[in-house]
């Protein structure tokens, strides 16, 4: 069991959700537990956006795509608690086509133990919404059961 500091955190849920940092977090008393990051993959942030031709979307074709930004952070702090020995694994999950595994490789290079990869057709910027995105996570982390959800703040995108 897992108690966090009042100082420290905020309880929104099921989601700790660090008031300042996530490299703040006090753990009261410690232990060994899973966790889950969600990471997404979006248009490189150092890429130039352009519009279709028609102003239908953004032009996703032959674009470098990456990992969100913020669920790097997420993935990095997971990866800290995991090497100070709060988690005894680190399990990425992500949602979109065939292409968003070089996302979960990244998140496995990076240090992560497991990746699911939640396959879709859907365009991630269009198509598959928000609230459709947190019912799936919601379904991982019932089959999964970790004791912490690491989440980037927002996404570039």
């Not at 990866?79 to 020995?85: A, L, P, S, Y």
């Amino acid at each position: 069991q897992v108690r966090w500091s009042s100082q420290t955190c905020q309880i929104l849920g099921w989601i700790a959700h660090p008031i300042s940092s996530p490299s703040s977090l006090t753990f009261i008393s410690t232990s060994t537990m899973r966790a889950v990051v969600a990471v997404k993959r979006v248009v490189d942030y150092a890429v130039k956006v352009r519009v279709k031709a028609d102003k239908s979307a953004v032009e996703t074709d032959s674009v470098k795509m990456s990992m969100n930004p913020f669920c790097e952070i997420a993935v990095e702090e997971g990866i800290r608690m995991k090497e100070k020995g709060h988690i005894k694994e680190l399990i990425a999950v992500s949602c979109g086509p065939d292409k968003a595994s070089e996302t979960l490789r990244t998140a496995l290079a990076m240090g992560v133990d497991r990746a699911i990869h939640i396959k879709t057709d859907m365009r991630t910027d269009q198509e598959l919404q928000p609230l459709a995105v947190a019912k799936l996570l919601q379904k991982v982390v019932e089959k999964e059961s970790p004791e912490l959800v690491l989440l980037g703040k927002q996404a570039i995108d």
